[in-house]
C-alpha cells in the first residue's frame, strides 16, 4: 500500500472510530443502571471478571491510573455496590469485590448496553461481525506483540 492509501484510510479510520464512540457511549449513558456512570461499569465488569481483586490489579486491567479506581472504587462502596477490605497481611492492598447489589446492578448495566450494541451491531451481516471480531482480535495481538517487546527492551 503506498502512503497516500494509508493515510486515507488512517484518516477515515479516526473519523469513523471518533463518530462511532461518541454515539455508543452516549447511548450508553442514557441505557445503563441509573446512577451508574460508564466508568463505574468497566470498573464493575472488571471486578466482576476477576473476582475478588486488587485496586492495583483493576488499574492495571484497565489501563487506568491506581487513583482513579479508587475515587471509582469509593463511590461504588458508598452506594453498596462493591466491598473494600484491607489486607491483613499488607495493609497497603485493598481488595475489592462485587455485593450482590453490585452484581444485580451489573446485569442491569449489561443488559442495557446489549441493547445499545445489538441495535448497530445486529444490523450487520454475520459475516461481517465475524471479520470485525477478527480484525480487532488481529489488533491485540499486534499490541500486546508490541507490549512484550517493549517491556523485554526495558529488561522486564
Known amino acids: 500500500m503506498d502512503d497516500e492509501l494509508i493515510n486515507s484510510c488512517l484518516e477515515q479510520l479516526e473519523e469513523a472510530?471518533?463518530?462511532l464512540s461518541r454515539r455508543i457511549h452516549?447511548?450508553?449513558?442514557?441505557?445503563i443502571a441509573e446512577g451508574i456512570t460508564v466508568s463505574q461499569f468497566f470498573l464493575l465488569r472488571?471486578?466482576?471478571?476477576?473476582g475478588r481483586v486488587t485496586v492495583s490489579e483493576v488499574a492495571a486491567g484497565?489501563?487506568?491510573t491506581l487513583s482513579a479506581v479508587t475515587a471509582l472504587?469509593?463511590?461504588l462502596s458508598r452506594a453498596g455496590l462493591i466491598s473494600r477490605t484491607r489486607d491483613p497481611h499488607d495493609r497497603r492492598v485493598v481488595w475489592l469485590e462485587l455485593t450482590r447489589q453490585g452484581t444485580e446492578r451489573?446485569?442491569?448495566?449489561?443488559e442495557g448496553r446489549n441493547r445499545v450494541l445489538r441495535r448497530y451491531l445486529g444490523?450487520?451481516?454475520?459475516?461481517?461481525?465475524r471479520r470485525l471480531v477478527s480484525i480487532?482480535?488481529?489488533?491485540?495481538?499486534?499490541?500486546?506483540?508490541?507490549?512484550g517487546r517493549g517491556s523485554q527492551e526495558q529488561g522486564g
Open 136 to 147: 480487532y482480535r488481529r489488533l491485540i495481538s499486534t499490541l500486546e506483540a508490541e507490549e
Open 123 to 129: 444490523r450487520l451481516s454475520p459475516e461481517d461481525l
Open 26 to 31: 452516549g447511548e450508553l449513558r442514557q441505557h
Open 106 to 110: 451489573l446485569e442491569i448495566c449489561r
Open 17 to 19: 472510530w471518533q463518530a
Open 46 to 50: 472488571e471486578i466482576a471478571q476477576r
Open 62 to 64: 484497565l489501563g487506568v
Open 73 to 75: 472504587a469509593e463511590k
